[in-house]
């Protein structure tokens, strides 16, 4: 059996692509930093796990997720190869996922990602220019529930 669970942070964005094609299927790829259980000489260390998937998962975390916020992905592990132009052998490994969710609430999100923004100054996001909309104007028929902000202090498993 070919299954793994992982819960990390992303460490950037997801970089979305279309496929070829008539009907472009969407393709997200993202890297979770996942901590490892055990510390080694009391230092934190985490494996940078590569994941990819497609269409509507892929708009999803295209639209929704973002570098530092903390996700569950269950998928399987795929590994490969190619030539690379030097004629080099180069070995992949990548989970394809099959399930992703949000592993905290928005709060905490936000709260995590204000204080790694005074540890280091981010690059400026390309997409920032662009408001996401509010609650009350996303589109009704993008297979999306609305959810208003300040939902998750009524939520039983915060």
């Keep these: 059996m070919n299954k793994v669970i992982l819960m990390g942070r992303l460490t950037r964005d997801p970089e979305i692509r279309y496929s070829a094609g008539e009907n472009g299927t969407a393709v997200?790829?993202?890297?979770?930093?996942?901590?490892?259980?055990?510390?080694r000489d009391g230092d934190s260390t985490a494996d940078f796990i590569s994941c990819v998937t497609f269409g509507r998962s892929a708009e999803f975390a295209e639209r929704y997720f973002h570098q530092g916020?903390?996700?569950?992905?269950?998928?399987?592990?795929?590994?490969?190869?190619?030539?690379?132009?030097?004629?080099?052998k180069v070995y992949t490994t990548e989970v394809v996922v099959e399930d992703q969710e949000f592993a905290e609430s928005k709060a905490a999100s936000d709260g995590y990602n204000a204080g790694m923004a005074?540890?280091?100054?981010?690059?400026?996001?390309?997409?920032?220019?662009?408001?996401?909309p509010a609650p009350s104007q996303a589109s009704a028929g993008d297979g999306f529930m609305n959810i208003p902000d300040g939902i998750d202090e009524e939520l039983p498993f915060n």
Excluded: C, E
Aim: aromatic share 6%; charged share 25%.
């Design 118 to 132: 005074r540890q280091s100054a981010p690059a400026p996001n390309p997409r920032a220019a662009a408001p996401m």
């Design 28 to 39: 997200a790829r993202y890297t979770l930093a996942v901590d490892r259980r055990f510390r």
């Design 69 to 88: 916020i903390k996700i569950v992905v269950t998928g399987r592990i795929q590994t490969g190869s190619y030539t690379n132009r030097d004629g080099q």
